[in-house]
């Protein structure tokens, strides 16, 4: 089926907006993670779903930033408050369960001005 | 924790030609997964080819394969008959067996192609 598709695909904030940022995971894979990178850098683990359960937060970098995925399939990564570090391509990806290779998503790309 | 170090920020290959990506990591897992992602321009992370560490055997994916030392931590990649469509950012990344398994990724090599 169709793969990791991510909305919006750009965004634009003034400092202190919040953004909300959606991911649809490919059909029946239960796990779900976050990733933030930024510029110039390799992707860092932000958050991880099991089914509806956030089972590692421990990535978010502070709590200005929360995701949810109240019905096990798709995911939203909320951001409070924005602030001009938070510019970033935030990815999204999936797995089937007991699988470890992810497949990823187009990501959004997040700019605060 | 783990970590992942690419020491070649870009790398240049001429088309048809071949080119090694290096990649070093550190891990106190006894059992690990190590993969190579493409990232193009499109900023879509594309999975190029990914080693299992018990496994003795370096894997291959048609013109991509690896080089695993175990013992030295080090998981090269190589493309061969390099093609323009092959130009993009290159990651290597990390990660432990089972569901919860977030990756851990390095910096990227950028990979130029010319004719």
């Known amino acids: 089926g169709a793969g990791v598709s991510q909305s919006p695909r750009y965004k634009v904030a003034k400092r202190g907006q919040d953004v909300a940022l959606r991911c649809d995971p490919i059909?029946?894979?239960?796990?779900l993670f976050w990733y933030q990178q930024a510029l110039g850098q390799g992707p860092e683990f932000l958050t991880y779903f099991q089914n509806e359960a956030q089972l590692d937060k421990s990535g978010l970098p502070s709590d200005r930033f929360f995701a949810e995925r109240p019905e096990g399939s798709v995911s939203t990564l909320k951001i409070q408050r924005t602030q001009q570090e938070d510019s970033a391509v935030y990815l999204c990806a999936s797995s089937f369960p007991n699988q470890e290779t992810q497949y990823f998503g187009p990501g959004t790309r997040l700019l605060v001005l | 924790a783990q970590t992942v170090t690419q020491s070649q920020p870009e790398m240049s290959v001429q088309e048809a030609e071949t080119v090694t990506l290096s990649c070093t990591y550190d891990?106190?897992?006894?059992?690990?997964?190590l993969f190579w992602y493409k990232q193009p321009p499109s900023r879509q992370m594309i999975l190029v080819i990914r080693?299992?560490?018990?496994?003795?055997q370096n894997a291959t994916e048609n013109r991509f394969s690896v080089n695993f030392q175990k013992a030295a931590k080090s998981f090269s990649l190589k493309i061969s008959d390099s093609q323009l469509g092959d130009a993009a950012m290159y990651f290597c990344?990390?990660?432990?067996?089972?569901?919860?398994?977030?990756?851990?990724f390095g910096t990227g090599t950028r990979l130029q192609v010319t004719l």
């Open positions: 891990t106190s897992e006894s059992d690990y997964y």
């Open positions: 990344a990390s990660g432990d067996t089972g569901t919860a398994s977030k990756l851990t």
């Open positions: 080693q299992e560490a018990y496994k003795q």
């Open positions: 059909s029946g894979h239960v796990s």
